[in-house]
């Protein structure tokens, strides 16, 4: 061989570690930067999927301004979620493949109730922390010490959605007393209606109908006509976006004109809703999570987030105003970011302790959690629909077509009463 081949040679093979040695050191820099994975499953088809696009909307929101800054722990936050298609049969599967497939490093729920139930107990086996999405006394059962809720419920989450209703109902005078109970036979509406049954007892009312009906009831013209019959001063209805919306109609049709009507309908807050029932939405009092009524503008980052979210909402063709959950659902991630950078861990244990003992600076306010996770300070709003007219947007984008009549601290109106007054 040749001196010049051997020196060839030489500098290939040279060549050859050098590449060798840059590609392990590349892996290893990539490995220790592996992204921190958050996974989820998320209704983005089904019942549910008119807030489960949004609030995957404000989580990927979450993600883009946590990674602007640096990411979490000095890595850069990945998602990783999957189409539960509103179907609690598909969380144990899905779940499953997040933890044993995905690798992921942590886990939220998706939204809703029904969803979070079948969840609950994967998270239990595992010892895994659990930031649940929007489900209503979730952990009464279980009083999981790692599960937390964003939902603002507070200690007694049974009765939350229905406490405002009954307390502005029992200040009216003269003082209404009769009260007819209506909801879905499904888990939320079922736990909401067991804590209306409660107030019914607390405030002094007389209960003169008290029934539920299938989820997939279409045709809701003759329970409201059931209702009516009775001549109920008062009409609480725990319900899901489908039947919300035919209750209401029914209502319309029929003539239903209680003193008070609404309590605990799911979906009357949503965009769509809210622009295709237009002025039929007039006087119902219902309970909410968020209104831009001024004390609920001024939390901090409220109003940036919201502008980010609305630009990004009218590309993606989704609620275009993100009132309901999308500022819970970027909370949601505010809060398990802020336990991770507190405990420099992604040791489940480490981040519940956390979230445990701390109050939280969130763009819906300061949170702060107490029995079974849920808040320890209840904040569920009742609002009234006043003057809306007919089924345009933009008058649901600032204060007065929402009113916030409860919590006393977040008021911004007074109640028109009877409900006949602010129907017409």
């Not at 840059?22 to 958050?38: M, T, W």
């Not at 994967?122 to 930031?131: D, H, Q, V």
């Amino acid at each position: 061989m040749s001196r010049q081949r051997s020196l060839k040679l030489a500098l290939t093979l040279i060549a050859v570690v050098l590449a060798l040695v840059l590609a392990s050191g590349g892996l290893f820099v990539a490995r220790g930067a592996d992204p921190i994975k958050i996974g989820f499953g998320m209704a983005l088809t089904g019942g549910l999927s008119a807030n489960g696009k949004p609030a995957l909307l404000a989580l990927q929101i979450w993600k883009d301004d946590v990674n602007k800054k640096g990411g979490l722990l000095g890595r850069q936050v990945e998602l990783i979620f999957y189409d539960d298609q509103t179907n609690p049969a598909t969380i144990p599967g899905i779940y499953s493949k997040l933890l044993d497939v995905d690798k992921v490093d942590l886990i939220i729920s998706g939204y809703g109730t029904n969803l979070i139930a079948p969840l609950l107990p994967i998270a239990m086996e595992r010892k895994l922390t659990l930031i649940g999405m929007f489900g209503l006394a979730n952990n009464e059962k279980y009083q999981y010490p790692n599960y937390f809720q964003i939902q603002p419920a507070g200690p007694d989450p049974q009765t939350s959605t229905a406490i405002g209703f009954f307390e502005l109902a029992a200040k009216q005078n003269p003082k209404p007393q009769t009260v007819a109970l209506v909801g879905a036979d499904a888990e939320y509406p079922q736990n909401a209606l067991v804590g209306a049954r409660e107030l019914v007892k607390k405030f002094g009312f007389k209960t003169v109908y008290d029934k539920t009906y299938p989820p997939n009831t279409t045709d809701y013209t003759p329970i409201v006509r059931a209702i009516k019959a009775t001549n109920a001063d008062i009409v609480f209805v725990a319900s899901y976006p489908p039947d919300s919306v035919g209750m209401l109609r029914a209502a319309h049709e029929v003539g239903l004109q209680p003193k008070m009507f609404g309590g605990g309908m799911v979906g009357l807050m949503f965009t769509s809703i809210m622009t295709s029932m237009g002025p039929m939405l007039n006087g119902v009092v219902n309970y909410d999570f968020w209104a831009p009524e001024p004390p609920m503008l001024a939390f901090a980052g409220i109003k940036e987030f919201l502008k980010e979210y609305q630009a990004r909402a009218e590309k993606e063709k989704m609620d275009p105003l993100g009132y309901y959950l999308p500022p819970y659902s970027y909370a949601v991630g505010q809060v398990l970011g802020q336990a991770v950078e507190a405990v420099k861990s992604l040791d489940q244990q480490k981040i519940a302790d956390h979230i445990r003992a701390t109050e939280f600076n969130t763009v819906v306010g300061k949170i702060k959690f107490g029995k079974n996770g849920e808040w320890a300070t209840p904040r569920t709003l009742m609002v009234q629909y006043q003057k809306v007219e007919g089924n345009g947007i933009d008058q649901f984008r600032g204060p007065g077509k929402k009113v916030v009549l409860y919590p006393d601290d977040l008021k911004s109106g007074n109640i028109i009463y009877p409900y006949s007054a602010a129907k017409n």
